[in-house]
């Protein structure tokens, strides 16, 4: 597959927003992708953020393999990252956000309060990377639909302010990707769940190495959400032209749209169609995991 590069201009913008909007907040909660923790972590973003508290949401967790969501819950918390499994669509695990928030805050809180700010609202940023789900987590702790929302990376463009039931502030920021994937394990993991726009990638080249990375870890789902036969031995593409056929995707001459089937394959792994899935675990990756508080 060809490398997969995608920074638009305006991220270079985002980075700088989020060095000088640091000293506004008391905490900075990162949203990642529960089905690739490794991938859709910024590697930029530890040094961004460097010296203020942290916690870490994986989302779309309902959609992801939940044995190894656990797994990576307890690997956070081992490298002393706060972490909750959530999904911010549904809403849930975000019931435990707000005490979380003050575990994690306790001292901090507790020094307001020896100087006599009481009720002082805890401000906090909200950073991640296209289309981790930041919008959906502010209007659901919000309770509305102020910040916007679209399954596409870089709908969010610039800071924003909101307010939650809880009285907390939050400060929406643009996702920001980095200049140059230096690993394409990364870049198509991105590419598989939607960080990178569809319009720059080969869509078949792209369902082709889903298909390859399924056939491996979750090959019963694959059977029964597409009836393929259990012993069928081919490759990616060859998996591809099949999983089009069975779904009718036919071109005159009998020949599959392969392009139409990579479209649908793609839509239905998003949306969590064809199972719980989890692209990256604990055990098997290089996880880029860092503690700067």
């Not at 490398?3 to 700088?16: D, E, L, S």
């Not at 907390?168 to 200049?179: A, E, I, S």
């Amino acid at each position: 597959m060809n490398n997969i590069q995608w920074y638009p201009g305006h991220m270079t913008k985002t980075k700088r927003k989020i060095k000088e909007s640091l000293p506004l907040v008391d905490l900075v909660v990162e949203i990642i992708d529960a089905r690739i923790p490794v991938s859709s972590r910024n590697p930029d973003l530890d040094a961004l953020v460097s010296g203020k508290p942290r916690i870490v949401l994986l989302n779309k967790s309902d959609i992801a393999d939940k044995a190894a969501t656990d797994l990576w819950v307890e690997y956070f918390r081992k490298h002393g990252l706060c972490s909750l499994a959530v999904d911010c669509k549904s809403g849930y695990g975000l019931n435990r956000f707000s005490p979380l928030v003050h575990e994690v805050l306790a001292e901090r809180i507790e020094h307001w309060k020896q100087r006599g700010m009481v009720n002082r609202a805890i401000k906090m940023m909200i950073a991640g990377i296209p289309n981790s789900g930041k919008s959906s987590f502010i209007n659901r702790m919000t309770r509305s639909s102020k910040a916007k929302v679209e399954d596409r990376p870089g709908v969010t463009r610039g800071n924003q302010w909101y307010v939650t039931a809880d009285g907390f502030q939050l400060l929406d920021t643009p996702g920001v990707l980095w200049p140059k994937f230096d690993d394409q394990k990364v870049a198509i993991n991105l590419a598989l769940t939607g960080a990178i726009r569809d319009e720059v990638l080969n869509v078949e080249e792209l369902a082709c190495e889903l298909l390859t990375l399924l056939k491996q870890e979750y090959w019963g789902l694959l059977v029964q959400r597409y009836k393929l036969p259990p012993d069928f031995d081919g490759d990616g593409w060859e998996l591809l032209q099949l999983v089009g056929r069975k779904r009718g995707m036919l071109m005159p001459g009998n020949e599959v749209n392969t392009e139409r089937a990579a479209i649908m394959l793609l839509d239905e792994f998003r949306a969590g169609k064809i199972g719980r899935i989890t692209l990256e675990r604990p055990l098997t990756q290089h996880e880029r995991v860092d503690n700067n508080d």
